[in-house]
């Protein structure tokens, strides 16, 4: 079974700084892309940020510059650090893996989600 387990959100003042990560476990035979995004309430699920499995990376206009997408092949994790936080980055924040899994008799290639973490920056 593979999973996506987040960590790191809570709650920050305005200007603060948050670092969330994003451990995979399971059958892995390798992680392709990976990803955060975030669901505002009343909002649909945007991305934020994403690295290839050769470190490159894309960033939404709004938080370019002020969040750090970042991954540690090694330990299938990827980091999201967030600086100069805003009110408008309250969100969930959810991590996203296009993962090559290893199956009894095959390979199989899917997108895989976590189950999301709370940012919240009060206004």
């Known amino acids: 079974q593979l999973q996506l387990v987040e960590s790191g959100g809570g709650s920050v003042q305005p200007g603060g700084s948050l670092r969330l990560s994003c451990a995979a476990s399971?059958?892995?035979?390798?992680?392709?892309?990976m990803g955060w995004y975030r669901q505002a309430p009343g909002k649909q699920r945007e991305l934020v940020a994403t690295?290839?499995?050769?470190?490159?990376?894309n960033y939404a206009d709004s938080v370019k510059g002020r969040f750090t997408i970042s991954r540690d092949s090694a330990k299938n994790t990827v980091y999201l650090q967030m600086n100069s936080l805003k009110p408008e980055d309250t969100a969930v924040y959810f991590c996203?893996?296009?993962?090559?899994?290893?199956?009894?008799?095959?390979?199989?290639?899917?997108?895989?989600w976590g189950q999301g973490t709370q940012v919240t920056v009060p206004s």
């Open positions: 399971g059958s892995i035979f390798r992680i392709n892309l």
């Open positions: 996203s893996a296009n993962v090559k899994s290893i199956t009894t008799y095959t390979y199989k290639t899917g997108d895989y």
């Open positions: 690295i290839s499995n050769a470190d490159s990376t």
